[in-house]
């Protein structure tokens, strides 16, 4: 992606809002309605708007919207970047126009992050807009906010906020309601004005209900659409004017009702007061995450129902299936979680008072979501936040853009190296050699500051190699013990990063020409490698303290080799036996477990692992009905209830992608296609035969071309087609091992299994 510019020269337009207007702390604004009735002064050849908000827009003129996304005009760091949108409005206009703006809180004023903080970026909304018309004589007008424009509190929005909902009077008339001149605004920060340059949030698919009921509470009709995931209602109602219809959201149900305890202080309620007759609803100031709702208002037959899916846009690029229906159900859950949070920005959840841009779900999750979409527009807008959000010191916020948070920006493992590990995916998915030119200092300027806490207080070369200050996650949702527990792991999954990121970033030096960088890194990395081993393991290479996530991350990393890997993959391997071939891992070793069992000779345990139907593993959530990945691993027990957690503060979330991560193997190992350099120019395709599956297809898309490999093993035969891309060249790998290189073309080649 190319740098960003400063067009705020180009404007002409004020900012406008209503100065008086006070709200609460940690609660969200009443939505701003602006008006300005204009008239054209003859036939025009073209009409343009331009706008941007303090807070999120949704534009008409005529009464028609403008537009088609949502939540305008994104969410980034708005102190460092603000986007504006470009909207052709040509045959929206007539001689007489009005036009309708209304702003809500959104991200930069409204309620957000779990502490509840609203004003984070300024105190009230603001509206920045220009209409430029150009007539059929040549003549040119440009219509801008400034004070001749109208502002009301008393809108048809009467609330909106990410977290608590949406509620809107059907019954006023924007005619009858109160208008002051509006009030010319300075930002207290140099706003900075860029073009849009994310993909727009917008719909996508439409569920229908699979079931209708009434609720247990005797008071709503529940709709279960079957899928959870992000997005909003669309009612078609027969109404009665005044009526009031209140939906709310859920993403599992209780005893008959809906749940509301996934959703924390989160309200997760659209509310909708109708007109007389026929009409449609649909929130336009919020989105929810949710399988379920309940309607409290309206009886069944005079409502029909649908739900619109919500996501960035971003194109699904990717697909995998094979003989396992719950692995295919698996596949199906990792795509819906990676829609669900991939809403403007790589959010952690989409349902509670959370949905916020925390950097170690998508560091994991990268590689896999480079599979199933083309992130390039998506990662590229949000590495940008990244890049402007580092801190001096070289530390990345833990979330990004960094909203809210008062934590200390500082270098924190697995969640600061996505600065690393979330550029380094795209590049392998695509080969776009300016993102990481653009992103290399960033990524120096970080494992500067590793060093720096890595050497702290530390005496000796090996024990400076140790990352372990100031803060880290550690094992984080590993299914043992709870969050100190987690955190207690974090020198020996910060230490393992660490190596990691300095092989990558000797990599990326070299791709770039800078020999001597690569150099540096690449000693680093042994320097950290040795380290591992020399403090964490004895002579032989056991741990001295075992965790499973312990022996994987070296392991994948290849920190270690001869016999020191040979025993650390024995002891993984006895570790995840004796665990009956369940998982205990967190978000930063669940990933890479699998493929430190495989690649070291223990294919048979990998398989046994992913395919295991019991807590902790990914199928378990499937058996009990799953359709997106779960925060942790056992939030719905093994008698279908949640009783334990209806106890507790609040439930883990039912829609995380972190554990997602899983997709990377099932493409890479057991589809068996892997980049050998950026872009698939060159890639290899080396099933790893297992589980009992009989067959396996996918494809991913590249830049040059569609990749597509399908394998069936049937009467002791292996059967395997290729379609390689024009200009591409794959290495195919057979099980027994026999090599072929397949230029641009479809290829079938067949082999007795032994």
């Known amino acids: ?35 300005k009735r204009f008239d054209l002064a003859g036939p025009i050849k073209r009409a343009l708007v331009r706008a941007t908000a303090l807070g999120i827009y949704e534009l008409s003129i005529n009464g028609k919207k403008v537009g088609n996304e949502y939540f305008a005009p994104g969410f980034t760091s708005y102190k460092h970047v603000l986007q504006y949108n470009e909207y052709d409005v040509t045959e929206l206009l007539k001689a007489e126009n009005r036009m309708i703006a209304v702003v809500g809180g959104g991200w930069a004023v409204g309620r957000f992050t779990y502490s509840s903080k609203s004003k984070i970026t300024c105190d009230r909304q603001a509206l920045l807009l220009e209409i430029l018309v150009e007539y059929e004589d040549g003549r040119e007008e440009k219509i801008a906010t400034d004070s001749s424009w109208q502002v009301t509190l008393e809108g048809n929005y009467r609330f909106g906020d990410f977290y608590d909902g949406e509620t809107y009077d059907s019954t006023i008339n924007l005619d009858e309601v109160s208008w002051k001149d509006a009030d010319v605004y300075v930002p207290k920060f140099k706003v900075n004005l860029t073009r849009q340059y994310g993909p727009k949030v917008v719909r996508h698919e439409v569920f229908k209900p699979i079931a209708v009921f009434p609720a247990k509470n005797g008071r709503e009709t529940i709709y279960d659409f079957g899928q959870n995931f992000a997005g909003v209602v669309s009612l078609r109602i027969n109404g009665k004017k005044g009526q009031k219809i209140v939906v709310r959201h859920a993403e599992i149900l209780y005893d008959g009702d809906l749940c509301m305890k996934s959703l924390r202080t989160a309200k997760a309620t659209a509310t909708y007061i109708c007109l007389d007759g026929q009409q449609t609803y649909s ?42 229906k719950m692995l295919n159900q698996l596949q199906n859950n990792i795509v819906w979680s990676g829609k669900s949070n991939f809403v403007d920005i790589p959010t952690d959840c989409p349902q509670r008072d959370e949905r916020m841009g925390w950097t170690g779900d998508i560091s994991v999750f990268a590689r896999t979501a480079c599979f199933n979409f083309d992130m390039s527009k998506f990662l590229g807008k949000w590495l940008n936040d990244v890049l402007l959000e580092q801190g001096r010191g070289g530390g990345i916020p833990l979330v990004v853009p960094k909203q809210g948070i008062s934590a200390p920006t500082v270098a924190t493992a697995c969640w600061g190296d996505c600065c690393i590990l979330v550029p380094y995916a795209e590049y392998l998915a ?15 300027k970080f494992l500067k500051s590793v060093k720096f806490w890595s050497g702290f207080l530390s005496i000796g070369k090996n024990h400076r190699r140790i990352w372990k200050w100031l803060f880290q996650f550690g094992d984080w949702c590993a299914p043992y013990g709870g969050v100190l527990d987690w955190m207690k792991m974090g020198k020996w999954i910060a230490t393992a990063y660490y190596a990691n990121s300095c092989a990558i ?43 499973q996530t312990g022996y994987a991350l070296p392991l ?4 270690v080799d001869g016999n020191i890997r040979k025993t650390m993959a024995e002891e993984l391997n006895r570790l995840v036996i004796e665990n009956g071939y369940k998982l205990n891992t967190g978000f930063t070793g669940t990933p890479y477990l699998l493929f430190a069992l495989a690649d070291n000779g223990y294919v048979d345990t990998a398989y046994k692992v992913l395919l295991q139907k019991n807590s902790p593993s990914w199928l378990y959530g499937i058996r009990h009905g799953a359709t997106t990945l779960w925060e942790q691993w056992a939030v719905i027990k093994e008698d279908g209830k949640i009783e334990d957690f209806m106890n507790r503060k609040d439930i883990p979330s039912m829609n995380h992608y972190a554990y997602g991560a899983v997709g990377d193997f099932l493409y890479r190992r057991v589809l068996g296609l892997e980049a050998n350099d950026a872009g698939y120019r060159t890639f290899t395709v080396k099933p790893i035969l297992g589980g009992d599956l009989t067959y396996a297809k996918g494809s991913t898309m590249t830049p040059y071309g569609k990749i597509s490999v399908s394998w069936t093993i049937d009467c002791g035969k292996f059967f395997i087609e290729i379609q390689v891309p024009d200009k591409a060249l794959c290495n195919l790998v057979m099980p027994s091992g026999k090599k072929y290189s397949l230029l641009g073309g479809k290829h079938n080649i067949e082999e007795d299994i032994l």
């Open 430 to 444: 695509r080969g776009d050699k300016n993102l990481l030119e653009k992103q290399y200092p960033m990524m120096k």
């Open 556 to 559: 994948y990393f290849h920190m």
């Open 283 to 324: 929130p336009r100031l919020t989105y929810m995450g949710f399988r379920y709702i309940g309607i409290e208002g309206i009886a069944k037959e005079n409502v029909e129902v649908e739900a619109i899916a919500l996501y960035s846009e971003i194109e699904q690029i990717g697909s995998f299936e094979c003989s396992d």
């Open 505 to 547: 970033v000797s990599k990326i030096a070299r791709i770039l020409g800078k020999e001597n960088d690569a150099d540096y890194y690449q000693n680093l990395y042994h320097e950290i490698s040795f380290a591992y081993v020399k403090l964490f393991c004895y002579k032989s290479g056991k741990l001295k303290k075992e965790f």
């Open 1 to 35: 992606m190319e740098n960003i510019k400063n067009d705020e020269s180009i404007w002409t337009a004020k900012w406008i809002t209503d100065q008086t207007y006070r709200f609460a702390d940690g609660a969200s604004p009443i939505p701003f309605t602006f008006q």
